[in-house]
Nanobody, 123 residues
Framework: QVQLAESGGGSVQAGGSLTLSCTVS????????MGWFRQAPGKEREFVAA???????IYADSVKGRLTISRDNSKNTVYLQMNSLLPEDTAVYYC?????????????????WGQGTQVTVSS
């Protein structure tokens, strides 16, 4: 059984920074590509960023230049460094793991999901 646990959410003012972490247990972390998604109130869940098991990264246009995804295979953890936060970044952020597949921006392809962590950005 693969389990994902997010942490690092919280409240911050616009322009501030947060770093989210997602730790994976149960299987070999390095075999998974990892993604971050978010869901704002009243909206559908959307893609934020992903990092393949080989280290390749992709981002949603709305977060390019402000958010950075990274992974540490020795710690079974994927990170989302968030800088220059905007009120529209307010959402529940979810991490997800995919073992096979190449469309890392498509949430239906992911195999495992965390419970989510709340990020609130005030103006």
């Amino acid at each position: 059984q693969v389990q994902l646990a997010e942490s690092g959410g919280g409240s911050v003012q616009a322009g501030g920074s947060l770093t989210l972490s997602c730790t994976v247990s149960g299987r070999t972390f390095s075999r998974y590509s990892m993604g971050w998604f978010r869901q704002a109130p009243g909206k559908e869940r959307e893609f934020v960023a992903a990092i393949s098991r080989y280290g390749g990264k992709i981002y949603a246009d709305s977060v390019k230049g402000r958010l950075t995804i990274s992974r540490d295979n020795s710690k079974n953890t994927v990170y989302l460094q968030m800088n220059s936060l905007l009120p529209e970044d307010t959402a529940v952020y979810y991490c997800a793991a995919i073992e096979r597949g190449t469309n890392l921006d498509r949430q239906h392809e992911y195999d495992y999901w965390g419970q989510g962590t709340q990020v609130t950005v005030s103006s």
